[in-house]
Each structure stands twice: as C-alpha cells, then as structure tokens.
C-alpha cells in the first residue's frame, strides 16, 4: 500500500469554525490531491498540487484553500465551515515519472462533520 | 467537458453470478480508464486500468476492455464472492501533466451468499 496517511480521521466541528486537514505521504510522489466523497457524486476534484508551493484548483474549490510547504504534506482549510461541507475527505498523490503513470493512489479517508 | 456515467445500482446478486458494471464517458483526447474499488471504511483502491483503445485490464478475476467506438469500459467478472461486495467507481484521466481523475458515482454492489 503507498504510504499516504490522512489526520484527523473524524471531526464534527461547528458551522463557522475553521477547519485544516492534513494528508501526510511517504512516497516522495510530486503531486497530491484533495477529493471530497458525497452520496450520488463519486469523488469530486477539491485542489491539487504539482510540487511544493504549486497548487491549483479542482471542480469544487469554493470555500477551501490548500497549501504545500513541503514534499510530503498537503493541508486543505475550510476557512469557516458550512454544513454543505460535510463529507468524506480523500487525499490522492501520483507520480507521473513513474512507471505507473496516470494512477493515483488514496488514502482513508476523513470524515467531517459541519454541525 | 468530460464526463463519465455509471450504471445505477445498488446491485445485488448471489455469489457465483456473472456481474456487469456499465460505464461510458465523454472526454475530448485520448484519456486514460480506470475502475476503483472501496470497500467498507476504507479508501479507493485501484482495481484495473486501461490506457488506450482495445486495451483489457484485468486483476482479480475482473475485466475491462477500453472501447473507443463505444466509449465504453464496463467492468465484468464471471463469477462473484462475497468478498466482492463493495462500490465501484470508474473514472478517466484529463489529458495534461497533472492527469486530474473524473469519477462516475459509484455502483454499490452486494454478494448474497
């Protein structure tokens, strides 16, 4: 399994708090992906990032930002949270110099809740 | 834009059964085709991919075969376990150096024993 751990694992916090999740890999992989989960979407594009300090957004950037100081970590923030965030959080990395370009490899998954 | 399009479920078939799993897409380019498997509470694994027409994937005793004609890559396996049951996604590579994933929304399959 790559080695790609996501922290915390559950939240419930309160509408209008802040809110960092952290996805943490051991692979060295230069790009890393935020996805969340939601019944009847599939995985939805949040942010990614092409190397440290380089980040774009994906489909569903509203209301989240990232950051990437280093190789191995990826935060995603929800600066002040709704309730339409709640969902499952999945980061990915990939590396496409590798043999197996095109794939992504995901970690557990962080379920928040927004009360 | 591109798009992928998932079999409604969930499916539910005795264990043993031949499983189909369709799956279409709308992408502009030659895109990369991929089937995930999550089990429960875990994350996405990847099951198989495909990375140009007519190509097959296979793993586990699952198939997919890229179909440019048809735009299509839908999963099949000839005979199901229980510990098959889970959801199954199919998604498709954007062209470009960061290969961003387009998911379908998942098909939850059940095994009856």
């Known amino acids: 399994d790559a080695g790609i751990t996501q922290s915390p694992r559950h939240k419930v916090t309160e509408t209008g708090t802040p809110v960092t999740l952290r996805c943490h890999q051991t692979e060295n992989h230069r790009y890393m992906y935020w996805y969340r989960q939601d019944p009847g979407h599939g995985l939805r594009l949040i942010h990614y990032s092409y190397g440290v300090k380089d980040t774009d957004k994906g489909e569903v950037s509203d209301g989240y930002s990232v950051s990437r100081s280093k190789t191995e970590d990826f935060l995603l923030t929800l600066e002040s949270a709704t309730s339409s965030q709640t969902s499952v959080y999945f980061c990915?990395?990939?590396?496409?110099?590798?043999?197996?370009?095109?794939?992504?490899?995901f970690g557990p998954g962080t379920r928040l809740t927004v009360l | 834009g591109n798009s992928v399009t998932q079999m409604e479920g969930p499916v539910t078939l005795s264990e043993e059964a031949f499983l189909t799993i369709n799956c279409t897409y709308t992408?502009?380019?030659?895109?990369?085709l991929f089937w995930y498997v999550q089990y429960p509470g875990e994350g996405l694994q990847l099951l198989l991919k495909?990375?140009?027409?007519?190509d097959k994937g296979s793993n586990k005793g699952f198939e997919a075969t890229y179909r440019k004609e048809t735009t299509s890559f839908h999963l099949e396996k000839g005979s199901v376990q229980v510990s098959d049951s889970a959801v199954y996604f199919c998604?498709?590579?954007?062209?470009?150096?960061?290969?961003?994933?387009?998911f379908g929304s998942g098909t939850q399959l059940t095994v009856l024993p």
């Open positions: 992408a502009t380019g030659y895109p990369s």
């Open positions: 495909a990375t140009k027409a007519d």
């Open positions: 998604a498709l590579s954007r062209s470009g150096s960061a290969r961003q994933l387009t």
């Open positions: 990915a990395i990939s590396d496409p110099t590798s043999g197996s370009t095109d794939t992504q490899y």
